[in-house]
Nanobody, 126 residues
């Protein structure tokens, strides 16, 4: 069992940076791939990025490459999402999720993820 708690969201201006954190409980955190998804009002939940359990492999949504960076610290049971050059269209609730394993083909499939956090709101003003 893995419990996930996101933090770090808030209200920022366009062009600002923000770092989200996702703290996990459970001894097996380091064995899970981790992902970030986001959901804007009236839209479906969309994939943002994912990282393998070792941290050696990362995946990104094509539209976000270069602005967002995922990382993890298994010693702290935490995964991070660094977001730079934020845009109003990045406004959404951001969720972290844990999966046994993801591949390039499955990284964006929400059903592949076993555990989800409650989400943290990110609002980017223009």
């Amino acid at each position: 069992q893995v419990q996930l708690v996101e933090s770090g969201g808030g209200l920022v201006q366009a062009g600002d940076s923000l770092r989200l954190s996702c703290a996990a409980s459970g001894r097996t955190f380091s064995r899970y791939a981790m992902g970030w998804f986001r959901q804007a009002p009236g839209k479906e939940r969309e994939f943002v990025t994912a990282i393998s359990w070792t941290g050696g492999i990362t995946y990104y949504a094509d539209s976000l490459k270069g602005r967002f960076t995922i990382s993890r610290d298994n010693a702290k049971n935490t995964v991070y999402l660094q977001m730079n050059s934020l845009k109003p269209e990045d406004t959404a609730v951001y969720y972290c999720a844990a999966a046994r394993a993801v591949t390039a083909q499955t990284m964006g499939v929400t059903d592949e993820y076993d555990y989800w956090g409650q989400g943290t709101q990110v609002t980017v003003s223009s």
